[in-house]
Structure formats: C-alpha cells, structure tokens
C-alpha cells in the first residue's frame, strides 16, 4: 500500500504552501487553519517556534488538532525541524534547513515522508536533492520579520538560477511574500508559494488564502 499519497502529487500540493504556529496568529490556530484551507490551501507546516511558542503536552495536542484538520480537507501536514513529533504523529513529513541535522540522516529516519528543506543557493539545493528531499523551500524571496534569524534576502533570482542549472525539483518560494510580489517568485520558476504572515496576520484570513492562490497560476 502506498503509504505517503501525497508523494506523486506533489508539485501541485506546493501551489499555496501555510507555515504556521501559535505565535504567529492573534486567533486560534485551529481557526485560522480551517479558514485558509477555505480559501484555498493546499499545504501545511506546523511550525512551532520562537518566544512564547508551545512546548511538550500542549505542543503535542496542538498539532494533534490541527493534524486533523488536515486530515479530514485532503491537505499534507508537514512538521517543521521536530523529527520526533513527526514521527510520534505520523505526519505527512518534515520540513528541516541547512542548521537542522544531516539531511541524508533525516531522511532514514522518516522513511518514505515526504522531506522539504531549505535552500539558499544552487549548491544547497543540488546537495540537498542528493540527500533525498522531495522538495525545497528557497528564500528568504523578500524581506521578512517572521524569521528573525533568516538569511539574507535571495530574491526570486536564485529560484531561476536554480531552474537555470537543470534542477527540476518541485519547490516553494518562502519569506515575505504577499499577493502583491508572488507572482515573481512564480515567474522565477516556483512551483508554488510559503507563507506565514500573508494568512496568519491578515484581517479575514479565508480571504487573503483566496487571493494568494489566484496569483499562483
Ligand atoms: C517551506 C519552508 N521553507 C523554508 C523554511 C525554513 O526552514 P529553516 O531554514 O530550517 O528555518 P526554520 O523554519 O526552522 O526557522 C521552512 N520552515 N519552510
Ligand atoms: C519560515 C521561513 N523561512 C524562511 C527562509 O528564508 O528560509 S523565511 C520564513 C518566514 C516566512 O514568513 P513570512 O511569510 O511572514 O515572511
Ligand atoms: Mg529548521
């Protein structure tokens, strides 16, 4: 049995990529998560981390939740760095950077879920293909202040750099963006777009999904 159904569909699960945790909305995650896949959706990070973020327990049980939430609309649910929580959860994969740990290592680990990691060059990305991702997030693509410790913006260019070198992996363009800039990461390349703030801080969140996909074609 194919246990990892999202693994062919790939591509096409990266269109309208929500990376989110606790901190980074004034609502209820779970709200907020329902909302956006209203709008449109068609991934998701639990990404809990920084000051104030959920720990142990209440870690658990929150990604328990909004696992289900996932479950339930069809939508892949990626655990960001926690190797550990994803496996306890059995979620559909995980997301890990360059800092997070040898990425041949982590991808024994898990096993067939599905592994994204992030590039900030070709030679991260072509190393971390090597490695076994099934897919990249490239960034920051913008200026961004949901990352306080991110790289130095890359722009859309090194997205089309990347394609430029052969490299035909399916990936996401990640930081800062908005409807307003997301079809340069597109343009460059992008299978599609990751954001936090675009949904998760934004005044009515199924809308802001809707338009973020729109400019995703
Ligand atoms: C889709 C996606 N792309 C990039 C990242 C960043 O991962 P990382 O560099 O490990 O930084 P943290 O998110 O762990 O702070 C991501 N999470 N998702
Ligand atoms: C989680 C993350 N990773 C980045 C990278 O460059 O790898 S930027 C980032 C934060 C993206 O948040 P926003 O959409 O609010 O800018
Ligand atoms: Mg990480």
Redesign the pocket.
Known sequence: MNKQPYKSDIRRK?RL?L?MGSINTAGHPVEVLQAAIRGGITMF?F?E??SGSLEGQAKYSLGKQLQQVCRERGIPF?V??DVELALELEADGV??????GPISVIRRQIGIKLL?????NVEEARLALEQGAD?????PMYVTRS?P???EVQGPQVIQRIREAGIAVPL?G??GIFAANASSVMQAGADGI?VVSAITQAAVVEEAARQLLAVTI
């Open positions: 990266l990529y990376v990070q990404r981390k920084g990626i960001n760095d997301h890990i950077g360059q800092e997070d994204g990691v992030s590039a900030h897919y990249l997030g490239v960034g990352k410790d991110a790289r996401v990640i930081g990751a």
